[in-house]
């Protein structure tokens, strides 16, 4: 059990936070809240990224004071995980500028009373 | 859709989803056994190559600088994004007396004006310094920059919006935010000037653990830093106009 | 080397439109409008040249250029790879075309708030060029995002009107959602094999030792392909593209659905055949399977919904779906001919769809509505653009010989080799739906024909786009729509084109020679191509959609003259229609749960068709 949870608990969580995204998305009764679970199922990936690259007892991949050579975790992973955020929080600004407008212009944030694009 | 229908059809596909999820993790190696070669390759490499301290940093800017180069003007293109979406229409006006609207901006009281007025400083400071140390240490251009970005935010918290304004003139910051950003795009043409390809890094390395070391990577990181701080700046003052300072014509929200 | 200057051109086509976008975002308020606009169309054009440069390169010999030089060593790429061949080229050029084509429309009248349009758009084309020219997976994420960030802010431009937030929102909501289950797969595919670089990946992935793939190698594939088909609006993840296109402006529409759309389709069929061809190869059979059956759903959920909209770009992204549905089809094939009719189709397509959206905009500046019902007659005014108008319409439901019908008939050769000869019928119906609705259109604004509609059109409160104009149509719109017209036509004539994109389709399905030349950097000879010339029966099934299109649209128009027994039948399929149509909600939630159901489905069929 205890393997186990060392083992594969990182990689379970990564993917209830994704379906928990999605719950909150699809159920959301108010924009900005569905833009925060945007948010929430795009940081599904970082879990799964960093724990992808983690090695145990490794050190943190910088070599001030310790000598190049020594065992360190993937320093890939922490890369691509910073573009991630950046793209995460630029999309997220985008989604409640739009969300602030429709307020603005309707008085409401509420998916299921802003439905005038039907097919 | 009815709502308990959609509802029950999404929670069937979630769990088929997270099936198959589950099932392409199982297969992956456990947590901490990372078995390379990519990271492994880089971490090697790095510091007698680049002659940085900070792998990651060395990643970001200069193994996958290109990575970067995208990355920034996302950063670029989502803050014009939001100047575009938050501009002032044809149905929208400047409230005459937007102190009176607000209630006069944040109520900032002394202890609150002492202390953020003290932070502007230190955290310009801190920011810069995380910015030129990103190859030896964590950080770089966008982590210094987000910091240095708070410096101006705390004016705002500190009064009143027209001392952030005062203090943010868009047309530094936006100039601040071109020089950035396109400075990125530029530095890689130093590559092709100099015969290699783009995003070479062609300026002198320098001794490890100097600040002034990693060739193009500190200049990158800069001039990065330089863009992130002015957009998030840009973005929040577009913010903080739009929602204090411009109405719609014909009173409230309909 | 003579050869490595002349590709030092390759990473270009990103970088110089992010500096120009850059440089007329430092002073957005004080660039003059015509240095603008004269900035953005010059860049806009020197892409084009570059594009068109490296696309002749490419089909001589494949290109790949490695940023910041970091080569790979011993097999392990270290850097960022662009990995350019035909295929990748030709789209980047069709992206850098539209775009020159959209400064064009825009010019002078188009509002443009400062320079913010113009800086946007040039960041959309950076991307979108990006996205088609790179050979890593990560950077494939990061220039989808990028087209996406500026697609979102372009589609909600129009600000006052709450419509078009909301369109922009259900866009922006459903397309990122795609965008990082797609990461979420390169992230499983990392954790495999340790590797960014498709080639690398593919390698590793086939060199593998399992004899039939694994869960994760599934799970992988089917997260990135459902990733890129909600960028392709594929069905059931295309319920965003008629919202976005409802309410962006003209010029970014032609993009959306020219080229955007496009580009998701491409990301995945790039993704298929650099990464995942080898191991999945063996199960090429089920794997048709599948595509097919969602290419199908596709081709007809869309032309039907065509069919029966009254909002102009409405009409227009539906048909889009519709023509996605039989881009999906060629590439089902899973053969190199099936991707060299496609590659035909995406150029002809994305030019004749463009043409369309401008025809539409400049309705728009006339007569300030995009209704079919309102629009009704109002048109006779302008003869010229109509008869243009109709003859895209045609063309779009595949007239031999131009474009639209070349890449059709080269995907029906393809079809019946690879033993699903009967899924042209479906193409047929679909361009008869698709191109019938345009036709039904163009009789209705510009002559005036048919009922008009007791059923009042759908009231769109079009807010204009352009500075009021209403006498007379601006030179350079009328002249973008013509240029883009004659390019349609044109595609289909051209001399060498099924032998360019043959050599092209091996080039990109050649998935060992791939990896030896990005890996390995080993010149590999080029395939020899015989293209055999179209059959006659192609010829003929063409000639049967247009007067399939034909009939269709002089059903709806004169409904009541028609025989009582086929407008029974009409009316029962209506009742089809409009269950089809009550889907289409518009509400964000109905939409992310048909995305999950689409991907729980293409996770089903594969688990099922690999066992």
């Known amino acids: 059990m205890l393997q186990w949870l060392m083992g594969w608990f990182a990689y379970a969580v990564a993917i209830w936070i994704f379906a928990v995204g999605l719950y909150g998305i699809v159920t959301s009764r108010n924009w900005i809240h569905l833009a925060i679970c945007v948010a929430v199922m795009q940081s599904s990936t970082y879990v799964m990224l960093l724990s992808i690259g983690y090695r145990t007892g490794g050190a943190a991949p910088i070599f001030v004071d310790i000598p190049p050579g020594t065992r360190a975790v993937d320093p890939v992973v922490h890369a691509l995980m910073l573009t991630d955020v950046v793209v995460e929080a630029t999309v997220l600004a985008l989604i409640v500028v739009l969300a602030v407008q429709i307020h603005r212009r309707t008085g409401t944030l509420d998916p299921d009373k802003l439905l005038e694009l039907q097919g | 859709m009815s709502p308990r229908i959609r509802l029950a059809l999404f929670v069937i596909s979630l769990l088929g989803f997270a099936a198959i999820f589950a099932a392409g993790a199982r297969e992956l190696k456990p947590v901490g056994q990372y078995p390379g070669p990519y990271g492994d390759v880089l971490n090697a490499a790095a510091v007698p190559e680049r002659h940085t301290t900070d792998v990651v940093t060395a990643i970001n800017f200069d193994y996958r600088g290109f990575d970067t180069l995208g990355e920034e003007f996302i950063l670029f293109g989502s803050v014009m994004g939001v100047l575009l979406l938050l501009r002032q229409t044809q149905d929208e006006r400047r409230k005459e007396n937007p102190e009176e609207e607000a209630g006069g901006g944040p109520q900032a009281s002394d202890a609150m004006r002492g202390f953020t007025l003290a932070l502007v400083g230190p955290l310009a ?65 130093l590559g092709l000037l100099a015969g290699r390809n783009f995003l070479a890094n062609v300026l002198p390395l320098g001794k490890t653990g100097n600040v002034f070391s990693s060739g193009t990577i500190l200049l990158i990181s800069v001039l990065t830093g330089i863009e992130v701080a002015a957009g998030i700046v840009l973005a929040i003052r577009a913010f903080l106009e739009h929602a204090l300072e411009i109405e719609l014509k014909g009173g409230k929200t309909r | 080397m003579a050869g490595a200057t002349i590709t030092q051109v390759a990473p270009l086509p990103v970088a110089v439109p992010l500096v120009v976008a850059a440089l007329l975002a430092g002073g957005r308020d004080r660039w003059p409008r015509s240095f603008a606009d004269a900035a953005a169309l010059g860049t806009a054009i020197f892409n084009v040249v570059v594009t068109a440069h490296l696309l002749a390169l490419s089909l001589v010999q494949p290109i790949v250029y490695w940023m910041g030089g970091w080569w790979p060593r011993a097999g392990i790429a270290i850097g960022i790879s662009f990995s350019i061949d035909a295929i990748g080229a030709g789209t980047a050029l069709l992206a850098s075309v539209l775009v020159a084509a959209a400064f064009v429309f825009s010019l002078k009248y188009f509002e443009s708030v400062g320079t913010l349009f113009h800086v946007l758009m040039l960041v959309f084309l950076a991307g979108m060029c990006g996205f088609a020219l790179t050979g890593d997976l990560f950077n494939l994420f990061v220039w989808f995002e990028l087209m996406g960030a500026a697609a979102y802010a372009l589609c909600g431009y129009k600000t006052e009107d709450p419509k078009t937030l909301q369109g922009a929102l259900n866009f922006a909501v459903t397309n990122t959602v795609g965008a990082f289950l797609a990461l979420t797969g390169v992230a499983l595919l990392y954790g495999r094999t340790g590797a960014l670089n498709m080639a690398q990946i593919g390698h590793a992935l086939a060199s593998g030792t399992q004899s039939s793939p694994d869960a994760l190698t599934l799970a992988s594939f089917a997260f990135i392909t459902c990733g890129f088909l909600v960028k392709a609006a594929a069905v059931p993840f295309h319920f965003w593209l008629d919202d976005a296109h409802a309410v962006a402006p003209t010029p970014v529409c032609m993009l959306f659905s020219g080229v955007m759309v496009e580009l998701g389709l491409y990301g995945a069929v790039r993704v298929y ?339």
């Open chain 2, 125 to 189: 400071v801190f920011g810069l310094y995380i910015v030129l140390h990103g190859q030896l240490t964590p950080g770089g251009g966008f982590q210094g920059g987000l910091i240095i970005a708070t410096a101006p935010l705390m004016v705002y918290l500190s009064g009143r919006l027209e001392e952030f304004k005062a203090v943010t003139s868009p047309h530094v910051i936006e100039v601040a935010e071109a020089v950035g950003a396109g400075g990125f795009a530029l530095a890689g043409f």
């Open chain 3, 273 to 611: 055949w650099a990464v995942f061809a080898g191991v999945l190869g063996t199960h090429q059979a089920e794997l048709r399977g599948i595509i097919t059956s969602f290419a199908l759903l596709t081709a007809l959920v869309g032309g039907v919904m065509c069919f029966a909209q009254t909002h102009l770009k409405r009409l227009l992204a539906f048909s889009t779906v519709s023509h996605m549905g039989i881009m999906m089809m060629g590439v089902a094939m899973l053969t190199p001919s099936g991707l060299a009719a496609i590659a035909v189709y995406v150029l002809a397509h994305g030019a004749v769809k463009a043409a369309l959206f401008c025809y539409s905009g400049i309705l728009l500046h006339r007569f300030a509505t995009v209704d079919e019902m309102e629009l009704y007659g109002r048109g006779r005014v302008m003869p010229l653009t109509g008869a243009l108008f109709a003859l895209s319409a045609v063309v779009l439901a595949s007239l031999p010989p131009f474009g639209v019908f070349a890449g059709e008939a080269i995907l029906g050769e393809s079809a019946k080799r690879a033993g699903y000869g009967w899924v042209t019928f479906v193409a047929s119906l679909a361009a008869a739906l698709t191109g019938g609705a345009v036709l039904r259109v163009a009789a209705r604004v510009f002559l005036g024909w048919g009922e008009k509609s007791e059923r009042q059109g759908q009231k769109t409160g079009e807010k204009r786009e352009t500075k009021a104009g209403r006498s007379g149509t601006p030179a350079m719109m009328s002249g973008a729509a013509g240029a883009l017209v004659v390019a349609a036509l044109v595609i289909g004539l051209a001399p060498g084109l099924k032998r360019g994109a043959e050599k092209a389709a091996l080039d990109m399905a050649g998935t060992s020679d791939y990896q030896a030349r990005v890996l390995d950097n080993r010149t590999i000879p080029a395939p020899s191509v015989k293209p055999a010339p179209l059959e006659p029966a192609e010829f003929a099934r063409g000639f049967a959609s247009v007067l399939g299109a034909l009939a269709l649209a002089g059903c709806a128009l004169f409904r009541r003259r028609l025989p009582r027994v086929a407008s029974a039948g009409l009316r029962s399929l209506s009742s089809a229609v409009v269950a089809q149509r009550k889907l289409h909600s518009g509400h964000i939630g109905d939409y992310i749960t048909w995305l999950t159901i689409g991907v729980a489905a293409m996770g089903g069929l594969l688990s099922l068709a690999f066992r």
